[in-house]
């Protein structure tokens, strides 16, 4: 239902953040390409590496899918793009680089690429009660771990204050 509202008939999204707001992927590295999600209509692929096969393995809904052996992360797209007769795919304007952007057009010169902005960060904008549920057990977290910081803190200096008046009446 990504693609529904737009009728974009396939989009790429390479966005770490955006990955993970769609799957639950989570890589190592954030600035590495670790994995690609290709959206087709009502179908999902993540395309990532062997090393990350596991992890990837977090939902039903989605293909995944490991390059084979000699092949990159673009070489499966074009794959599964001609397999499920696609020549036309979107992606994130603010994540391709451009290098990757002309090397997937010298794959299939006939594939027309659209920049497309923001598709993933509108929905993120909206939240649904889970991730409303979610954001509110985060920030209660996050204030049980300030409050500890703070009475350590607090308990420091009253130590040292105490340890300091100690040592200049001796």
Not at 111 to 125: A, F, I, K, M, Q
Request: hydrophobic share 40%; proline share 4%; glycine share 4%.
């Amino acid at each position: 239902n990504l693609l529904d509202k737009t009728g974009i008939p396939a989009f790429l999204v390479s966005s770490p953040q955006n990955i993970f707001y769609l799957t639950g992927f989570r890589g190592l590295a954030p600035f590495e390409r670790e994995v690609l999600l290709l959206v087709i209509r009502e179908k999902a692929y993540l395309i990532t590496s062997k090393s990350y096969e596991s992890e990837a393995r977090i939902s039903n809904d989605i293909e995944i899918v490991i390059p084979k052996t000699g092949e990159n992360f673009y070489q499966s797209i074009v794959a599964i793009l001609k397999d499920q007769n696609q020549n036309s795919v979107y992606f994130e304007t603010r994540d391709v680089k451009h290098v990757e952007f002309r090397y997937l057009q010298s794959l299939v010169p006939t594939l027309s690429l659209t920049p497309h902005n923001g598709l993933v960060e509108d929905l993120r904008v909206v939240k649904d009660q889970d991730e409303i549920k979610k954001i509110t057990q985060a920030s209660e977290i996050a204030n049980q771990v300030l409050d500890s910081i703070r009475s350590v803190i607090a308990s420091k200096f009253t130590l040292s204050g105490a340890e300091g008046k100690q040592s200049s009446t001796d």
